[in-house]
């Protein structure tokens, strides 16, 4: 479905990404693991055309989508939840949602509710006000009122407490279970185990590791290495 092939990305004259490649394919959770400013982030703006790579490809289901406005990019199933949970501050809950909806996709509000009910409770509440945890599940919701594909979900779990993250954990299991493909990047190794079959882990802006969670657990190299676990 995603395929990332030998990508070279830059911020300005800075090289931070070399040749990276993965892929994703229809139904699977995949991880995208590794420590502060390893490349994750940088990775998933490169495949959501933020900042495009300047040699390498990206196609989804065969088209080559490489550079593509973000617009577009949703459009065509390919839903992104950035790293910073950027709710609309001043809107609802309700209207957050509303404000994205497109009456063409099988995805809606009351579906959204059903997937999550925590947020059906809070639904007129101003967002700027929720919880981290709240908003993160806000912008969650918010991408998957495109009907997405693929959901590339950009370290969800990063400074929540404890049991909020276990409530993310088994929401992105639901996300999985409908169907939805995951990107996941994260640094909470522990808590990507519980939802990843497969893992990609990056360092420096390579690609170190690529392997199922079996192959991953059994090697220490690479989990001290690069993952501090
Ligand atoms: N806008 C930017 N301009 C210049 N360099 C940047 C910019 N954003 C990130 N970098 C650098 O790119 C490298 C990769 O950063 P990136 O944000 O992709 O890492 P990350 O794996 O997402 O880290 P984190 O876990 O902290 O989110 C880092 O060295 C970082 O300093
Ligand atoms: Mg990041």
Redesign the pocket.
Same mark, same amino acid.
């Given at each position: 479905m995603l395929d990332v092939k030998g990508i070279h990305t830059y911020? +300005?004259l &800075?090289h931070?990404l070399f040749d990276v490649s993965l892929t994703v394919s229809k139904g699977e959770v995949v991880g995208l693991l $590794?420590?502060? +400013?390893? $490349?994750? &982030?940088?990775?998933m703006r490169s495949i959501m055309g933020l900042t495009p790579p300047k040699e390498g490809s990206i196609s989804f289901n065969g088209d080559n989508i490489t550079g593509q406005k973000p617009y577009l990019l949703f459009r065509k199933g390919i839903g992104y939840v950035p790293?910073d949970r950027r709710v609309f501050a001043d809107l609802s809950v309700d209207d957050n949602l509303e404000i994205v909806h497109n009456r063409k996709t099988d995805w809606n509000k009351e579906r959204v509710y059903e997937l999550f009910p925590a947020l059906s409770e809070i639904k007129t509440r101003r967002a700027g006000n929720l919880s981290g945890g709240e908003q993160q599940m806000l912008t969650i919701a918010r991408a998957l009122m495109g009907s997405p594909e693929l959901l590339l979900l950009d370290?969800p779990t990063e400074g929540l407490a404890p049991l909020i993250v276990r409530d993310l954990e088994e929401q992105i299991l639901k996300l999985k279970d409908a169907g939805i493909s995951i990107l996941l &990047?994260e640094?909470n190794v522990r808590s990507a185990l519980k939802m990843i079959s497969r893992a990609y882990v990056?360092d420096n802006?390579s690609i170190r590791f690529a392997g199922t969670v079996s192959e991953l657990e059994a090697n220490d190299e690479v989990k001290k290495k690069y993952l501090m676990v």
């Open positions: 911020y +300005g &800075s931070i $590794g420590r502060n +400013g390893a $490349g994750k &982030s940088t990775t790293d370290e &990047s640094q990056i802006g």
